[in-house]
């Protein structure tokens, strides 16, 4: 039987809707084997899911997927079998959580100019001890009835040019990989299909990453076309990267993916885990440990 790997999954430390020990539950109703949590920004979720998945017989990989501002853009760089108490990057990301509460009150008062009332109180309570998200702005703006849905919500609310966004200066991206990688970490572009860059950019993006150590582009994700699967093999291909896979779950409705329903990383790519002891067994026992 063929083990199933799933390295980019969100709590609702971040903007996930499961607590982590309820999504540790979910991958074991879905038959995932290795499961990276990979929060938003915060790592405070690991250690309730670590305790969780030594029950259902999951191998936890720790992870975080961290913002970044590269070249005015946004981008995610996930950090793979990081060490969560490494203080730089403890402390890089306490600071990028403390900017994201200052982008909320400019969000929300951008969103007030048009008359929307009461969002950030209403993000935070989505948010709860979280960090603050545009995702909990996107409920706040659902469930009081201002947008039909999450996607409605982004696209006139929440991006460039809308009344809730907010330009915002991430960390930089030899920050977020050196922190991933001092801290013994692999760093992956997440989702590098998202950004419309054009080719150039990408080339460049890639390039940059890989000087500041960075070893591994996501391949396999709940965001990328099944075109772009074979597209960034070649880019890992060209650029001796690692390949990763990930559902990049965050709950039901909102999640673009399910878990454990990927298809395996094309034949030409090297698998990130290819040398993890955690990956190397071939089925589980299903059962849960009392
Ligand atoms: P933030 O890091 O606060 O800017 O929020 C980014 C999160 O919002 C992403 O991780 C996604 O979960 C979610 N998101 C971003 N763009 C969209 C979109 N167009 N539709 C739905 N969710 C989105
Ligand atoms: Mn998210
Ligand atoms: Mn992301
Ligand atoms: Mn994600």
């Not at 996930?78 to 969560?84: E, M, N, R």
């Not at 090297?270 to 002891?277: L, T």
Request: hydrophobic share 40%; charged share 20%.
């Amino acid at each position: 039987m063929p083990f199933t790997i799933d390295l980019h999954a969100h709590s609702n430390i971040s903007d996930g809707i499961l607590t982590p020990e309820e999504l540790i539950e979910h991958a074991a109703m879905h038959r995932v084997d290795v499961l990276a949590l990979t929060d938003h920004d915060d790592v405070s979720g690991l250690e309730i899911a670590a305790r969780e998945a030594k029950r259902w017989d999951i191998r936890l990989i720790n992870g975080v997927e961290i913002s970044v501002t590269w070249k005015k853009r946004t981008i995610h760089i996930l950090g793979l079998k990081i060490d969560p108490e490494y203080a730089p990057l403890k402390n890089g990301l306490a600071e990028i959580r403390k900017g994201r509460h200052v982008r909320a009150e400019g969000m929300a008062a951008g969103l007030s100019k048009v008359g929307i009332a009461g969002s950030l109180e209403g993000a935070y309570h989505y948010a709860q001890e979280g960090i603050i998200s545009r995702t909990h702005f996107a409920r706040f703006l659902v469930n009081n009835g201002i947008c039909k849905d999450n996607k409605s919500v982004f696209k006139n609310y929440l991006v460039k040019g809308k009344p809730g966004y907010v330009e915002h200066e991430w960390a930089s991206l030899e920050d977020a990989v050196n922190w991933i990688v001092t801290s013994g970490g692999v760093a992956v572009i997440a989702h590098p299909g998202r950004y419309d860059l054009g080719r150039t950019n990408m080339l460049l993006l890639l390039e940059e990453f890989r000087s500041h150590g960075g070893t591994a582009i996501e391949v396999v994700t709940g965001s990328h076309t099944v075109d772009q699967y074979s597209e960034f093999a070649k880019y890992a291909h060209q650029f001796g990267l690692h390949a990763s896979l990930g559902s990049d779950y965050h709950g039901k409705g909102i999640s673009f993916m399910e878990m454990g329903r990927l298809p395996a990383l094309p034949s030409n790519c090297i698998p990130v885990w290819h040398d993890w002891p955690e990956a190397t067994l071939s089925e589980r026992s299903f059962a849960i440990k009392t």
